[in-house]
């Protein structure tokens, strides 16, 4: 049949088999690009990470200069579905810790701890390191976790050439401010003003780097301390990670 020898009816038939399905892709393209946002390019590049075989990291943290207290670097290693271990430097101070699934374990100076017995008060009222490291390994994240929980704890994100940022939501920066100490027992800090900012680079849809700066007045047994606090994270050594833990550490996770 010639094209002129058609009815109206099959024309209309035509259109809808040939034409209308390219006019509905063209139309929906758009709308399937809209959902490829800044946030979802930072948690699909966090889960990448999270699905390789291994990787190491340095986060470092940089504080005014009349802080009293300057944490030096943490280094971290993790392997898919086994051992993440963490190295926490103080001054001239360096403390060990190690976990596995929930169970963990601290490097004291009477040897390897699991977190149970270094979350044990040493009953003298003061000060307690061990306790306080052990604290912060019952709340760590590695870096595929954290990033994610960062973008989500976000108010909108864009993307510039190297990078993509914006400002954390109040809730957010609280959060960040009392070190995650909700469910921890106990009353935790008091945080007013909290306000902060979060960056991150990408690499072939991989996370290698984010920072979050945060800034507040933590309030704690009675005493109010301003805080300034920007964290660095930078992913290294991806599928190429080497574990060794050590035979006591491995008994105290068993």
Known sequence: MRPFDRS??????????????GLVALL????LAADVSPKADVKNA????GSQTNYAWRATVEVPADSPFKPGPTDGKTEKGGYLMLSFNFGDNTTEAVTKGTN???KTDDGWKTLAEALKDNGDGGFNPTMFIARMVQNYRVPAVEAASLADAAKELKKDTNSISGDLTEVGAKELLSFRRRGNGGDGPTVTNPKGSVKFWVKDGK???????VQGTV???GNDRDVD??????IKDVNSTKIEVPAEAKKKLE
């Open 8 to 21: 109206p009816n099959q024309t209309k038939i035509i259109m809808k088999r040939h034409i209308l399905p």
């Open 28 to 31: 929906a393209a758009p709308l």
């Open 46 to 49: 966090a889960a990448a990470l």
């Open 104 to 106: 963990g374990a601290v």
């Open 207 to 213: 996370l290698v780097k984010y920072q979050y700066h």
């Open 219 to 221: 309030s704690f047994n």
């Open 229 to 234: 606090r920007t964290t660095t994270v930078e």
